[in-house]
């Protein structure tokens, strides 16, 4: 019974953070595509992870950076929302500047995409714009924002970035969606 009260909590958590996530990007919209995203793992997030930890007695930490990345996409592919989240913390406390860093934010944007958490996808994909500039992740990190936006239906910020896509990367398949995905939005 205990386990199944941390384990809500676990799930509580993360419903929580990412309400607030959406709240305040919904609040103050025209602000979040300008501001910085801090380059720091919430507490609640840090939380989450040690009682995952707690709960199965899997230590990521002890992971080398690639085994860690392994076991991220790994858990991605199976769906495993928890399992995850955890690694992903630990993976990104530990090795913030790895060459897989960009690809494990990406894929903790596209998993908040699937399971319908807006604005906690588009905190990540926002996160691989800032703190990785030059990544080959930034255009679909882009265009994914954009899909967010729109799923929140917040057509004016999906549209500036959809424009913004097509303007900065003309030629990419992220471009020719983001035009087809505009004027969608421009025709309703």
């Not at 993360?14 to 709240?23: C, D, E, I, L, P």
């Not at 955890?86 to 690809?103: E, H």
């Given at each position: ?142 265009f ?5 936006y729109k ?38």
């Amino acid at each position: 019974m205990n386990f199944i009260l941390k384990l809500s909590l676990v799930f509580s958590c993360t419903m929580f953070s990412g309400f607030v996530t959406f709240a305040a990007q919904s609040f103050d919209a025209d602000k979040s595509m300008k501001k910085p995203v801090p380059n720091e793992i919430s507490e609640s997030a840090k939380a989450e992870a040690a009682l995952y930890k707690e709960l199965t007695g899997k230590d990521y930490s002890k992971l080398d950076e690639t085994s860690l990345y392994s076991e991220i996409l790994t858990s991605f592919q199976s769906q495993n929302e928890t399992e995850f989240s955890a690694m992903l913390t630990v993976f990104m406390q530990k090795y913030s500047q790895s060459i897989y860093a960009d690809n494990a934010l990406f894929l903790a944007g596209k998993m908040a995409l699937e399971k319908k958490q807006y604005g906690r996808a588009v905190t990540y994909f926002q996160k691989i714009q800032d703190q990785f500039p030059q990544s080959n992740k930034v255009v679909s990190a882009s265009f994914a924002k954009g899909v967010a936006y729109k799923k929140m239906n917040l057509e004016k910020l999906a549209l500036r970035v959809f424009d913004e896509v097509s303007r900065k990367y003309p030629g990419s398949p992220e471009s020719f969606r983001a035009g087809n995905e505009a004027k969608l939005i421009r025709s309703n």
